[in-house]
Antibody, heavy 116, light 107 residues
């Protein structure tokens, strides 16, 4: 079955960068867009952006333009998201999800904590 | 961006109760809306897609309705395993946007 397995929890200082990964298995990796969303503690979800099946086209929420980069390695079926210039407001659970009438397949989430 | 206004933000209900949750979109999104259930520490689970299509494997006590700007999730007879947070997601226009969630608690 399809699985999206994300990298482990991260603790970063303000101003640092973090690179998260999302490895897909069980299906044709190159057929689907992968999105990243996040959920801050006690808050709702926020769409961050998406990367196309071949990894050469990305779209980001305006809020994250210039600070987030999504890439894709088709050889390892892995999608990456790097977030730069972290602040405490970036403390959240980050999820990757596969596009398909919204999201059916989700990663398990990666907790990113930004703290000095 | 399309704003998704979800109500109520929380509710208390008993096992067997009928529960209704609403999402209103700030502009028309046809039927490009899904409903999700999230339990603490877990990734969300999709219940409904296309506003009214029941996800395979989801109990038939869950149903969705609506089109355009008004959408409803109904749980016809609340079960103990249904106590969770529910939210909607519009996938009509980027950026995709979410309702703020409804926490369903035990009365």
């Amino acid at each position: 079955q399809v699985q999206l397995v994300q990298s482990g929890a991260e603790v970063k200082e303000p101003g640092a960068s973090v690179k998260l990964s999302c490895k897909a298995s069980g299906d044709t990796f190159t057929s689907h867009y992968i999105h990243w969303v996040r959920q801050a503690p006690g808050q709702g979800f926020e769409w961050m952006g998406r990367v196309n099946p071949s990894g050469d086209i990305t779209a980001y929420a305006q809020k994250f333009q210039g600070r987030v980069t999504m890439t894709r390695d088709t050889s390892t079926s892995t999608v990456y998201m790097e977030v730069n210039s972290l602040t405490s407001e970036d403390t959240a659970m980050y999820y990757c999800a596969r596009q398909g009438y919204g999201y059916y397949y989700w990663g398990q989430g990666t907790l990113v904590t930004v703290s000095s | 961006d399309i704003q998704m206004t979800q109500s109520p933000s929380s509710l208390s209900a008993s096992v067997g109760d009928r529960v209704t949750i609403t999402c209103r979109a700030s502009q028309g999104i046809r039927d490009d809306l899904g409903w999700y259930q999230q339990k603490p520490g877990k990734a969300p689970k999709r219940l409904i897609y296309g506003a009214s299509y029941l996800q395979s494997g989801v109990p038939s006590r869950f149903s969705g309705s609506g089109s355009g700007t008004e959408f409803t999730l109904t749980i016809s007879s609340l079960q103990p395993e249904d106590f969770a947070t529910y939210f909607c997601l519009q996938n009509n226009t980027y950026p995709w946007t979410f309702g703020q969630g409804t926490k369903v608690e035990i009365k």
